[in-house]
């Protein structure tokens, strides 16, 4: 079955060591995003890359960081992690066009020590 | 901006005692409304994507429906397994996708 994977599905790290969270498609789909998601709230959008086109929110620190190598995989790139950080990251695809309709990945649980 | 707003925030229903779930929207020019599942510790997982006012789909115990300013998801008889939290979504002029924070939903055997 075509699925959106992510790994790992829990992480556990330091506060202020670099962690990165993998994700990988086999939708073909030409857009993925990468959201965070805090308990109780609504999944927020980080960034997106619409083919190899990176789009930054207003509002993502800096820390965040994304990378995509090729259209299959995505990484999520947290450089110094802080106690609030500590969330659910969510890859999620889609095929643009006219509607976006988005499919997630199971997620990765993170959390910072 | 494009808002959602969902209610209620939470629904504790008996196992067979149908209801309805609102999310209400702000947005300028609808391109899409979706539905999602989302169970603790998961991902969402996709259900349903509403395109114009008026427009319905069914999934087994779920339907959902669409007017210019709100959705409703209708539970019909529902069971345990129907616990969840659902999301409303919707994508606006601007292509960015608005979550709501969600309705959880507890189906009491």
């Known amino acids: 079955d075509a699925m959106v994977i992510q790994n790992p599905r829990y992480q556990v790290t330091q506060f202020g060591k670099p962690v990165t969270l993998s994700c990988s498609q086999t939708l073909n789909h030409n857009v993925m995003y990468w959201y965070q998601q805090k308990s109780s709230q609504a999944p927020k959008l980080l960034f997106h890359y619409y083919d190899k086109d990176f789009n930054n929110e207003a509002d993502t620190p800096d820390n965040f960081q994304s990378r995509r190598p090729n259209t299959s995989f995505c990484f999520l790139d947290i450089r110094s992690p802080g106690l609030g950080d500590a969330a659910m990251y969510l890859c999620a695809t889609s095929l643009a066009g006219s509607t976006d309709t988005q499919y997630f990945g199971p997620g990765t649980r993170l959390t910072v020590l | ?109």
């Open chain 2, 1 to 109: 901006e494009d808002q959602v707003t969902q209610s209620p925030e939470a629904l504790r229903l008996q196992e067979g005692e149908s209801s309805s779930l609102n999310c209400s929207y702000t947005v300028s020019g609808l391109r899409g409304l979706f539905w999602y599942r989302q169970d603790p510790g998961k991902g969402p997982e996709f259900l349903f994507t509403l395109y114009s006012a008026g427009e319905e789909k069914e999934k087994e115990r779920l339907k959902a429906t669409l007017t210019k300013k709100e959705s409703f998801l209708h539970i019909t008889a529902p069971k345990p397994e129907d616990s969840a939290t659902y999301l409303c979504a919707v994508q606006g002029g601007y292509q960015k996708v608005t979550f709501g924070t969600g309705t959880k939903l507890q189906v009491i055997p």
